[in-house]
Nanobody, 125 residues
Framework: QVQLVESGGGLVQAGGSLRLSCAAS????????MGWFRQAPGKEREFVAA????????YYADSVKGRFTISRDNAKNTVYLQMNSLKPEDTAVYYC??????????????????WGQGTQVTVSA
């Protein structure tokens, strides 16, 4: 069992930056690939970024590539999402998720076993 708690969301102007954190409980954090997803009002949950259990592989949605960076610190049981050059269309609730089945992580939300409660990110124009 893994419990995930996101933090770091907030209100920022377009062009600004935020860093989201996701703290995980449990001693097996390093055996999970981790992902970030987001969901805007009236829209489906969408993939943002994923990182393998070791941190050696990362991949991103095209919409955030070059602006967002996912990283993890297995010693701290934490995964991060650094978001730069934010745009109003990045406004959403951001969720972190843990995947025990796909070592590199996955684009698909149904591959993930555990989810956090989400943190709101609002980007003003």
């Amino acid at each position: 069992q893994v419990q995930l708690v996101e933090s770091g969301g907030g209100l920022v102007q377009a062009g600004g930056s935020l860093r989201l954190s996701c703290a995980a409980s449990g001693r097996t954090f390093s055996s999970y690939a981790m992902g970030w997803f987001r969901q805007a009002p009236g829209k489906e949950r969408e993939f943002v970024a994923a990182i393998s259990w070791s941190g050696g592989s990362t991949y991103y949605a095209d919409s955030v590539k070059g602006r967002f960076t996912i990283s993890r610190d297995n010693a701290k049981n934490t995964v991060y999402l650094q978001m730069n050059s934010l745009k109003p269309e990045d406004t959403a609730v951001y969720y972190c998720a843990a995947d025990s089945r796909v070592p590199s992580g996955s684009y698909y939300y149904y591959e993930y076993d555990y989810w956090g409660q989400g943190t709101q990110v609002t980007v003003s124009a």
